[in-house]
């Protein structure tokens, strides 16, 4: 079946605008997590939503939000971009069970210039 | 709250040598425990994982044992290949949220 599709691969955006990344999941999966991954930091939870709740969240601003919907597809926003936003962002799937391992899609590349 | 320590890297390998990525864990309840692996350019891909204290997780000639008294999960492989390069994490989940170690990045050379 299908794995974790992320849209775009690749964005370039100017500080100050904001950004919209795109997730769908395996087929059967309800929970879709969000993460960052800089080299300095390393990989950071940013949230995650379960049945279009968020049921967990991370210690990032506010100008990090997101959505799912109905299909279980997830959507991640940044508003007022800063360079530190410059970052691969990683969607994770799962069954939405508690202590599972959960299924990445390849990111989406954000650079902020 | 939970978190996950991994040996820094880089580390650097000749093919068919011996390797191992240490990784110990704290967490307040019982996780489960997972390696993560990361090839340039790729997302990540599911390694191996283990549930309960005892369990062995093994994929591609890789073994990790879920440690609880020594509260680790080390890597283990018999014999690497240039194609084992990438980068590896140890993560932990006891909750909705994976922890991931900093990450290990091993180069294998012919």
């Known amino acids: 079946k299908a794995g974790v599709t992320q849209t775009p691969r690749y964005l370039i955006k100017t500080r100050g605008q904001q950004v919209t990344l795109s997730c769908s999941p395996i087929s059967g999966h309800r929970s879709v997590s969000w993460y960052q991954q800089t080299p300095g930091q390393g990989l950071q939870f940013l949230f995650e939503?379960?049945?279009?709740?968020?049921?967990n969240k991370g210690n990032f601003p506010g100008r990090f939000s997101g959505r799912q919907f109905s299909n279980s597809r997830s959507e991640m926003n940044v508003s007022t971009l800063e360079l530190g936003d410059s970052a691969l962002y990683l969607c994770?799937?799962?069954?939405?069970?508690?202590?599972?391992?959960?299924?990445f899609g390849q990111g989406t590349r954000l650079t902020v210039v | 709250g939970d978190s996950v320590t991994q040996m820094e890297g880089p580390v650097t390998l000749s093919e068919e040598a011996f390797l191992t990525i240490n990784c110990t864990y704290t967490?307040?309840?019982?996780?489960?425990l997972f390696w993560y692996v990361q090839y340039p350019g790729e997302g990540l891909q599911l390694l191996l994982k283990?549930?309960?204290?005892?369990d062995k997780g093994s994929n591609k000639g890789f073994e990790a044992t879920y440690r609880k008294e020594t509260t680790s999960f080390h890597l283990e492989k018999g014999s690497v290949q240039v194609s084992d390069s990438a980068v590896y994490f140890c993560v932990s989940n006891s909750g909705y949220a994976l922890n991931f170690g900093k990450g290990t990045s091993l180069l294998v050379t012919p």
């Open positions: 994770a799937t799962s069954q939405g069970q508690a202590n599972t391992e959960a299924f």
């Open positions: 967490a307040t309840g019982y996780p489960s």
């Open positions: 939503y379960f049945s279009e709740t968020q049921r």
């Open positions: 283990a549930t309960k204290a005892d």
